[in-house]
């Protein structure tokens, strides 16, 4: 690991974001964008699975707030490893940060276990969530707040 920390380190992107001052701050601030574009979309629609805002179909929901989330998880994936890049024997060795990359993980693996279920496509069908599907909400709405609250630990715990 101590290797391909020292390479990564010394990849020309993670020296400019070392060096820049504007550079690491713009990266970080769309990393917390991507991490908004995830989050709220997907709470939002857990929520409504879990049974709120029902005077809204899920079905109307589904679609671009599954977009939105999906188009959030590639641009955090992609700023985090920027941020990552800068410090990676640091954020190897810290347990928050270990904690956080496994529930993002966890967060797609069950997104992608949603939408690969009878249920997703009859609540794209206009159908009302059924218990396995509220049961799925639940660890997703769970892993991703605390996918953040470890990711806000890192700077915590060193």
């Not at 995830?38 to 029902?54: K, N, T």
């Not at 899920?58 to 999906?70: C, D, E, F, G, N």
């Not at 985090?80 to 640091?90: C, D, K, N, V, Y």
């Amino acid at each position: 690991m101590e290797g391909f920390a020292e390479l990564v380190a010394a990849w020309p992107g993670a020296r400019f974001l070392r060096q820049s001052l504007v550079a690491y701050p713009l990266v970080n601030a769309l990393h917390i964008l991507a991490i908004a574009l995830v989050a709220g979309p997907i709470l939002v629609l857990d929520l409504r699975i879990l049974g709120a805002f029902r005077a809204i179909p899920a079905a109307h929901l589904a679609r671009p707030l599954a977009r939105t989330a999906a188009v959030g998880v590639g641009l955090a994936l992609v700023t985090g490893a920027l941020l990552f890049s800068t410090r990676p024997a640091g954020y190897l060795a810290n347990p928050a940060f270990l904690l956080k990359v496994a529930l993002v993980g966890l967060g797609i693996l069950n997104a992608l276990v949603i939408r690969a279920t009878p249920g997703w496509r009859r609540l794209l069908a206009g159908a009302e969530p059924g218990a396995p599907d509220r049961a799925l909400a639940l660890v997703s709405a769970a892993t991703w707040i605390a996918a953040i609250l470890a990711g806000r630990w890192i700077a915590f715990v060193e």
